[in-house]
């Protein structure tokens, strides 16, 4: 049957306090990524709370046909997020892992109730940003040029598709030229990368020169697995673009 | 192969029956919703039939026969086929100067006020199957009305009026009355409650035929009529 | 695994290969963009297309719900009409059935219109085996069969080839193409007339079936051409061959499977021909094949059927959208799969009906971007199979043909190593602290880090985690 995404748990209140899950990609690579993104929250007047135990969301596993295992490491975040509160995560996919495949995963398991609350509550940050905070942004930066890369899965499962270009529009000294492809994928797809390594190369050579015939000094993103894939094939290239997560591109126009 | 029929169908019980599928109830709104004035719904079907090649021709009860006949000989076209046993076809043949040829024959005679000759649809094609294909420049019928939502003609070949009719001349005109409009085919399929008995065969016709096999460049005429002149009878 | 191997179809070098051949690239992405484009625009009223894809899914999964009974019906209605029925448990049943036909009807030429499961079948190859020339007459498959391969696309099969490559290849195997243009009139001209005289010759006619209706025992094929009417009109006998799961309950689930079909496949609002057959010639009529007969195929459909997940998969109408949206296929084209579908379509079904074994990399050639997911207009949960697909080739079982069949053991150790060091914070924290340390003194001649930088510079671990940082600035933990 069809598994869509469930909706955006509705907050009757703002809330003061949230969760903020890293992901592992964001942990090892792009950690000034993820403090920015808990600064933006804290900015809202919200309290931060990153559990120290987190890991991964087990994605990777999931996807690579190891369910057993990829269950032991989404097992090991449930008791992380006790408090009934939103958890925000800096990526469309490890949010859309949370939200839309924990319950599948979880299913049938003496925790799965646990396990379908806590991915009631998983919010990707852009989405958080905009339709619970309704952040509103003063950009104090130089003028520049940018594009837009949406992921997959942020697109796809979780249903975020303007909010990140919304917080874009915002910034007064920014021009966001969007892609002409924007909804096809960047290569990444995890493992696929090193699975079919050729033809990932292929498709991120399309993005790639998609992203150049607009001109932008910077392409953004909200996913860290696509951005390592871009960001890679950009320095390989010797292209003079370069690749930001949002949270950090966000934070430093509104400090200037 | 009832071995087959037996395994197969055991197989989709025992498993089914394991596992049932509830499904969710079906909905019909989005089709029946699918609705025009009626006097929208003749401009949109010209609309899309056009956009796909399609010609019109404007006529009345009276003169339809003359307004065909006048039209595929200015084309060029030197013979119709056509169903001599409808009442459409009998009026043809009545109002056309051009005799029918004898039966069995290949072409008409004395075509004196025009140079088209009608031929009559009325044996087996296996008894002209050479001439059909070789020797028939158009193919004349009625239809059972035209659909809003998709541009489309309803055709039911019968007996009478032949299947090969509508497909194997280059030019298939197609006499449309006006009034026999329907905004999608569900609503075509539902008032004409289709399902309680389906002719041999029952065809929806959108266009002359066509193809974008080579390179999504749209060429028409590819194994069907290279032309559909549709006839608005008013 | 090893003896597997052999037999393995190999996506990797033939997708290399593929994406060597600029021409061939080129082809595919100006096709592509062409056909998104032209679907985005049939579907620009949202709530229209929401409404009516769940309506699709709703006809397709009730016929699911009640297969074994609605293949009862629709054969009961069908001999009813006069028209004979077969059963096939595999393709090679399929094609003994299909050879009996012919010898009956004393035939040695077939014309076909369009038929997938025949492509399934290689009944083409079976039939010419047997002195019995099969002639494609759908122009792309008349353009494949002319120079010998295989459809690369399910609704387009010449889509590979531009204009320039195909007037070569028509100079190249037909007499009369030299004095003909070049263009897609010209060539579409004289496909006309040589098939023509074949249409008129041939003792049999061979089609495809896109839904048979249980309620009326009708046939219903839809196409722009012409062939189809032509193949199941002009020779004596006509077979029409049909995937069992392609039957639906009412003459009244028809329409929302045209109307969704053809805007799908091909952003037009309708093909040119909608033919609904429901019986041969009756006394009196004067065309239309005296015998039809009707295959219903298995191979590996009922098994497909057992799973309820994988169940979804039977749900497919055939309209190649998910080809079309595929950024993995616009790459490497069609032929690279080496499959009668390629594509998402085929990266689910045809593992499950050829085998893990043989197919086990299909399921991973796929970045599972839920691009085919978000325009199939039946709603079939693609991804999702995918990902199920991969755990049954790891893991064995009875669900899937040779599932198992690509189980590693130093893969399945990665995995649970990976596990170990993730479900615990403190294995997590000693394995993370010792990658930002020393990481990135990692060569990138490593297994896999050398795919990786083929074409990108290598991964940077930075200098402190997120934890670090975290802890570091005083976020607190709990």
Redesign the interface.
């Given at each position: 049957?069809?598994?869509p995404t469930p909706p955006p748990s509705t907050l009757a209140t703002k809330p003061t306090k949230v969760y903020?899950f890293?992901t592992?990609l964001?942990?090892?690579?792009?950690?000034?990524a993820?403090?920015a993104g808990?600064e933006l929250l804290q900015a809202q007047g919200l309290?931060?709370?990153?559990?120290?135990?987190q890991?991964?969301c087990?994605q990777?596993?999931?996807?690579?046909?190891?369910?057993?295992?990829?269950l032991?490491?989404a097992?090991?975040q449930l008791d992380l997020f006790?408090g009934d509160l939103p958890i925000v995560v800096p990526s469309g996919s490890c949010a859309g892992m949370m939200k839309k495949h924990w319950p599948?995963l979880f299913h049938g398991e003496a925790d799965e109730a646990k396990a379908v609350q806590v991915s009631s509550r998983v919010w990707e940050l852009t989405q958080f940003l905009v339709q619970v905070l309704n952040v509103q942004l003063t950009d104090k930066g130089e003028p520049v040029r940018i594009t837009w890369h949406a992921s997959?899965?942020a697109q796809?499962?979780m249903g975020v598709v303007e909010e990140p270009k919304a917080l874009l529009r915002q910034l007064a000294n920014v021009e966001l030229v969007e892609l002409k492809r924007e909804?096809?994928?960047c290569?990444?797809?995890?493992?696929?990368?090193?699975?079919?390594?050729?033809?990932?190369?292929?498709?991120?050579?399309?993005k790639l020169a998609d992203i150049e015939q607009t001109g932008a000094k910077r392409v953004v993103s909200g996913d860290c697995g696509c951005l390592?894939?871009i960001?890679?094939?950009l320095?390989?290239?010797r292209k003079p673009v370069q690749g930001q997560h949002i949270a950090q591109f966000l934070k430093e126009r509104i400090h200037g | 192969?009832?071995?087959?029929?037996a395994?197969?169908?055991g197989?989709?019980?025992r498993?089914?029956d394991?596992?049932?599928?509830?499904?969710?109830?079906?909905?019909?709104?989005?089709?029946a919703e699918k609705q025009w004035p009626p006097e929208e719904r003749l401009p949109r079907i010209r609309r899309?039939m056009e956009a796909?090649h399609t010609e019109f021709l404007e006529a009345t009860e009276a003169d339809w026969p003359a307004v065909v006949t006048d039209f595929l000989t200015r084309e060029g076209a030197s013979t119709l086929l056509y169903a001599p046993e409808t009442i459409d076809g009998a009026k043809l043949s009545a109002n056309t100067h051009s005799p029918s040829p004898p039966r069995g024959e290949g072409r008409g005679e004395g075509d004196v006020a025009s140079s088209l000759t009608l031929i009559p649809?009325?044996?087996?094609?296996e008894d002209f199957?050479?001439q059909m294909?070789e020797g028939i420049d158009a193919g004349l019928t009625g239809t059972l009305g035209a659909i809003a939502?998709?541009?489309?003609l309803i055709l039911w070949p019968?007996?009478q009026e032949?299947?090969?009719l509508s497909?194997v001349p280059h030019i298939h005109v197609a006499l449309l009355r006006a009034d026999a409009l329907y905004d999608?085919?569900?609503q075509a399929?539902?008032d004409g409650r289709?399902?309680d008995g389906?002719?041999?065969?029952?065809?929806?016709?959108?266009?002359?035929?066509?193809?974008?096999?080579?390179?999504?460049?749209?060429?028409y005429?590819?194994?069907?009529?290279k032309r559909l002149v549709v006839v608005i009878v008013r | 695994m090893a003896d597997h191997a052999a037999q393995a179809v190999n996506f990797?070098a033939a997708?290399?290969a593929a994406?060597q051949d600029s021409e061939l690239?080129g082809?595919f992405r100006?096709?592509m963009d062409?056909?998104m484009t032209k679907r985005a625009v049939q579907f620009a009223d949202g709530q229209?297309w929401h409404?009516?894809r769940?309506?699709a899914?709703?006809?397709r999964?009730?016929a699911?719900?009640k297969?074994?009974e609605l293949?009862?019906q629709l054969e009961t209605n069908l001999t009813r009409n006069g028209i004979q029925v077969?059963?096939?448990?595999t393709t090679a049943?399929a094609n003994a059935?299909t050879l009996e036909i012919m010898r009956k009807a004393n035939a040695t030429l077939a014309v076909k219109g369009k038929s997938m499961v025949t492509e399934e079948m290689h009944l083409n190859a079976f039939l010419e085996d047997h002195d019995i020339e099969v002639l494609e007459?759908?122009?792309?498959e008349y353009?494949v069969q002319l120079d010998g391969t295989m459809p690369s696309h399910i609704i387009?099969?010449?889509?590979h080839?531009?204009?320039k490559q195909?007037a070569h290849l028509f100079k190249q195997k037909i007499k009369d193409a030299a004095s003909t243009g070049e263009?897609?009139?010209a060539?579409?001209?004289l496909?006309?007339r040589i098939?023509?005289?074949k249409?008129?010759k041939a003792g049999v006619g061979m089609s495809g079936v896109n839904a048979a209706v249980a309620?009326?025992?009708?046939l219903c094929l839809i196409e722009?051409?012409?062939?189809g009417?032509?193949c199941t009109?002009?020779p004596p006998v006509h077979i029409a061959f049909m995937g069992?799961e392609k039957v639906v309950e009412?003459?009244?689930?028809?329409?929302?499977i045209?109307?969704l079909l053809p805007r799908s496949a091909?952003g037009?609002?309708?093909?040119?021909?909608?033919?609904?057959?429901?019986?041969?010639?009756?006394e009196?009529?004067?065309?239309?094949p005296r015998e039809i007969h009707v295959v219903?195929l298995?191979n590996g459909r009922?098994?497909v059927?057992?799973?309820?997940e994988l169940?979804?998969t039977l749900r497919c109408i055939r309209c190649g959208a998910c080809m079309n949206h595929c950024?993995?296929y616009t790459?490497?084209g069609g032929h690279a799969y080496q499959a009668p579908y390629p594509g998402p379509i085929g990266k689910i079904l045809v593992p499950q009906m050829e085998g893990l074994a043989k197919r086990g990399e299909m399921p991973?050639?796929?970045?599972?971007?839920?691009?085919c997911?978000?325009i199939c207009p039946v709603?079939i949960?693609i991804v999702?199979i995918m990902?199920r697909l991969?755990?049954?080739?790891?893991?064995p079982s009875a669900t899937v043909k040779d599932a198992g069949a690509q189980a590693s053991r130093t893969e399945?150790l990665v995995?649970?190593g990976?596990?170990a060091?993730?479900?615990?914070?403190l294995a997590?924290r000693l394995a993370?602290t010792a990658?930002?340390a020393v990481?990135n003194a990692a060569p990138a001649s490593l297994p896999?880090l050398k795919?990786?930088?083929?074409?990108?510079?290598?991964?940077?671990?930075?200098a402190?985690?997120?934890?670090?940082?975290?802890?570091k600035?005083g976020?607190?933990?709990?």
């Open positions: 049957m069809d598994r903020f890293g592992c964001v942990d090892l690579f792009f950690p000034d993820g403090m808990m309290e931060v709370v990153f559990p120290q135990g890991s991964c087990g990777p596993a999931y996807n690579s046909g190891y369910r057993d295992d990829a032991k490491v097992r090991a006790p599948h997959c899965h796809r499962e909804k096809e994928c290569g990444f797809g995890g493992t696929f990368a090193v699975r079919h390594p050729e033809i990932s190369a292929a498709m991120v050579g399309d390592m894939n960001n890679g094939a320095e390989a290239g | 192969m009832s071995d087959a029929r395994a197969i169908l197989t989709l019980r498993t089914r394991a596992h049932p599928l509830t499904p969710p109830p079906s909905d019909f709104t989005p089709l899309l796909v649809y009325d044996r087996p094609i199957k050479q294909f939502d998709t541009g489309s019968s007996a032949p299947r090969l497909l999608s085919f569900w399929m539902r289709w399902a389906m002719p041999t065969n029952a065809l929806l016709i959108s266009g002359p035929s066509k193809t974008a096999d080579i390179e999504q460049t749209l060429a005429g590819v194994h069907g009529p | 990797a997708s290399k994406l690239r082809n100006r096709a062409g056909l229209e409404r009516m769940a309506l899914a709703s006809v999964l009730r699911l719900s297969l074994p293949l009862e077969h059963w096939a448990a049943e059935i007459s759908d122009l792309g353009i387009m099969p010449a889509i080839l531009n204009t195909i263009d897609a009139a060539l579409t001209d496909a006309r098939l023509r005289q249409f008129m309620e009326t025992g009708t722009n051409e012409g062939n009417r032509m009109t002009v069992l009412r003459l009244e689930d028809v329409p929302p045209i109307s091909t037009q609002p309708i093909t040119t021909y909608v033919n609904m057959i429901s019986s041969p010639r009756k009196g009529e004067k065309d239309g219903i298995d009922s098994s059927y057992a799973d309820p169940r979804d950024p993995v790459k490497v991973h050639a796929c970045t599972m971007c839920n691009a997911v978000e709603k949960p999702e990902g991969r755990v049954e080739a790891v893991r399945a995995w649970k990976w596990a060091m993730n479900s615990s914070p997590y993370t990658l930002s990481g896999l795919d990786w930088t083929s074409v990108r510079s290598k991964p940077r671990f930075a402190k985690t997120l934890h670090d940082l975290a802890r600035k976020i607190p933990d709990v």
